[in-house]
């Protein structure tokens, strides 16, 4: 008789999980309650156990693919060489067992004194990663699955590719997000080049004096775009189940890279704070270890490609948020003033905004607060 | 290590003993069955299944009258068998079907029917402690004579309403028995990390009750201070304490696979399974021959078969069933 060996519905968050390792190979002797192979999902590794006796046939999914909740995964017989069906041939076409894939032994665990979550460990195994060279930034050092992710990105450069068998769902809930995103926000965009010549002065002699504490590109615009921010109320309203509400607070999120697609961290309201204590601010919320404001409620968003070159682009509105400010390469240009000839370096930003809720005037007022505010640092 | 002898009762039967032996072994394989359904996909949800506990709830069932009520936890399946619900209800139950004990709607964590004596579980740790309060005091008002065995873990001594339900109790002498499975593990955090006292049943001298600790792993043991427990009850001397040391041998959901555990302990646990210690024991005091354990284990299967046909073979409620048995 066939037996269906299913992926259990783990509950919990998900109902997938990826095929970690196979305990046994085709041929093999199961018993009724014994792990045949190991899976984990966000939350946990475990293994997964055949609830008949029997001989382990065939699989069914392969090692590092994710499978379905209630997905057959394996076949299992009563008798080592009996004929048996695929699922989906409707039992009319009995089949040979294909030859077994080489099957691998349980994995022992390495934990001497390594704290790190389950997806973790996984990961890292999966990449050849040491753990003791990780540093974690969880509670008391606990190294999750982000750090290890963080260190793949440092040692193999950000254009890693996509192989078969690698986990696409972090790549699909970002389609998920920007299609939803770009589906239900109708936007509209803005774009201004701002003059950079006082800020960067500034900023060249706030790094003299701060040699400790420097301040890049960025610091200066999402400072000067919170303060413009906080200028304009009319761009700081949420909008949904047609309702709108007003925001005080200033409060931005930072979008940053994390291969493979990219975070979105929370920065409360900096416009009260002296520079260097927003420069701190900054540090804290992009760093991994970051006690990332709870209370913050961004509706602005912030992108920075300038550091790669790239003169001017538009973001896409993250859902919840009501705008995006996407900032360019700082870059050196001519200019004519009074008839002469001048350098001037610029900026070009845009802002992409939620037409439900502003319009293009408000828009327009957000970008020349920016000039305003990065001409008074 | 050598494992405790059971403590042999003195007044139980040769029957008595055969019947307690039947319910350790229905419960175990109720909880077995239930698992490998779930591996099947054929039965939905997860669960909180309670394999190496079935002393704790035979034990107490054992001593309970028709009109007694047990309250429970999102553990509940070894309760509500033990407390002779039957299985055919029970496992309909968690097929979400018609014909189950809360007619399909209330699933693995809130079996029960107040008609044979459980309340329907409340799966909030320390939900169910002030509710047991509240059936004691109308029994005591009522003066029914019958008493309320409250089952509970050991997470749920550190939660606000056990203070409140057991001081409450304590203070009107309210005819309940407060049944701490202790089980070592508040889902994954071990008891000893939370609680600063060597034993649970310390607690009960705060509420100037008596507290004590037994073998939960020993069904006779269990037995015999439950008995105690409920003649105190009875008598309107008010509450006891009863904390039952023992242990879960799965993690504490479907979900969890119990890494916050050593195998040499789950090991140390597994060596006193209170079904198997109790079969060694009626076997070595001819209480059952091994034909009989047998024969016995042969009805239990064949009853937990005639359970899922019927559980897996009964309608599901209907659209239209959805506004009965609800108060608003």
């Known amino acids: 008789m066939r037996h269906l060996i299913i992926l259990p519905d783990l509950g919990q968050t998900t109902n997938e999980a990826k095929i970690r390792q196979f305990l046994k190979k085709p041929g093999d002797a199961v018993k009724r309650g014994e792990p045949i192979l190991a899976v984990s999902t966000d939350k946990v590794e475990m293994e997964v156990e055949s609830f008949a006796n029997g001989y382990l046939r065939q699989w069914l999914t392969e090692e590092g693919a994710v499978a379905s909740a209630m997905s057959p995964v394996a076949v299992v017989t009563d008798t080592p060489d009996e004929l048996y069906a695929l699922p989906g041939n409707n039992g009319n076409e009995p089949q040979r067992a294909v030859e077994a894939t080489p099957g691998g032994a349980i994995p022992k665990g390495d934990r001497g004194g390594i704290v790190a979550v389950p997806a973790a460990r996984v990961l890292a195994k999966e990449r050849g990663i040491d753990l003791s060279k990780i540093a974690g930034s969880g509670p008391e050092g606990l190294i999750t699955k982000a750090d290890v992710l963080r260190s793949t990105e440092k040692c193999s450069e950000a254009t890693s590719q996509l192989k078969p068998g690698d986990d696409h769902r972090a790549l699909a809930a970002m389609a998920a997000t920007v299609s939803a995103s770009k589906r239900e926000i109708p936007h509209f965009y803005a774009t201004v080049d701002v003059s950079m010549n006082h800020a960067a002065a500034w900023r060249s002699q706030w790094n003299r004096e701060h040699p400790d504490l420097h301040a890049t590109y960025n610091d200066l615009f999402v400072l000067s775009a919170a303060r413009s921010l906080k200028d304009c109320p009319r761009l700081n309203v949420s909008y949904g189940g047609g309702k709108y509400e007003q925001h005080t607070a200033a409060d931005i999120s930072l979008v940053v890279a994390q291969e493979p697609t990219m975070l979105l961290l929370p920065l409360a309201d900096p416009v009260d704070l002296t520079f260097e204590l927003f420069l701190q601010a900054m540090r804290k919320a992009t760093h991994p270890a970051g006690a990332n404001s709870t209370t913050a409620k961004p509706l602005l968003a912030i992108s920075n490609l300038g550091m790669f070159g790239v003169k001017q682009f538009a973001a896409i509105i993250p859902p919840g948020s009501t705008s995006a400010l996407a900032i360019g390469a700082v870059r050196e240009q001519p200019r004519l003033k009074n008839g002469k000839l001048e350098n001037e370096l610029v900026c070009s930003v845009t802002l992409s905004a939620d037409h439900r809720v502003v319009d293009g005037v408000a828009a327009a007022r957000f970008l020349e607060r920016m000039q305003f505010h990065l001409n008074s640092l | 290590m050598t494992i405790p002898a059971i403590a042999k009762s003195s007044q139980l039967t040769k029957e008595q003993r055969k019947s307690l032996f039947r319910s350790l072994l229905l419960c175990r394989r109720f909880e077995e069955r239930v698992y490998y359904l779930f591996l099947e996909g054929r039965m939905p949800g997860t669960i909180h299944q309670a394999m190496g506990q079935e002393a704790c709830a035979v034990g107490v069932c054992s001593v309970l ?50 008609a044979d004596g459980m309340l329907p579980a409340v799966a909030i740790v320390g939900g169910g402690i002030p509710l047991a309060s509240g059936l004691g005091l109308a029994f005591k008002y009522r003066k029914t004579g019958n008493i309320v065995a409250c089952f509970f873990g050991d997470g749920a001594t550190n939660i606000g309403s056990f203070h409140e339900g057991v001081n409450i109790a304590a203070i009107w002498d309210l005819p309940v028995v407060f049944a701490c499975e202790n089980n070592r593990y508040g889902a994954s955090t071990a008891i000893e990390k939370v609680t600063r006292v060597p034993h649970l049943s310390d607690r009960a001298a705060a509420y100037g009750i008596p507290g004590v600790t037994v073998d939960g792993n020993d069904v006779e043991a269990v037995r015999d201070a439950m008995t105690e427990a409920a003649e105190r009850a009875r008598a309107g001397k008010g509450p006891t304490f009863l904390e039952m040391e023992t242990y879960r041998f799965s993690g504490h959901s479907r979900s969890d696979p119990g890494h916050y555990r050593s195998k040499e302990e789950v090991q140390f646990w597994k060596e006193r399974d209170p079904v198997q210690r109790y079969e060694e024991f009626c076997l070595a005091e001819t209480v059952l021959s091994a034909k009989e354990v047998e024969d016995m284990k042969a009805s239990v299967e064949k009853e937990l078969d005639d359970a899922v046909a019927f559980g897996e073979s009964s309608p599901s409620p209907q659209a239209e069933d959805v506004l009965n048995d609800v108060y608003a």
């Open chain 2, 65 to 114: 009258r028709q009109g007694d009520v047990v309250t429970s936890t999102h553990r509940p399946h070894q309760h509500a068998v033990a407390r002779g619900l039957s299985v055919n209800s029970l496992m309909a139950e968690l097929f979400a079907k018609t014909t189950g004990c809360c007619h399909g709607k209330g699933g693995s964590m809130h079996l029960g029917s107040l």
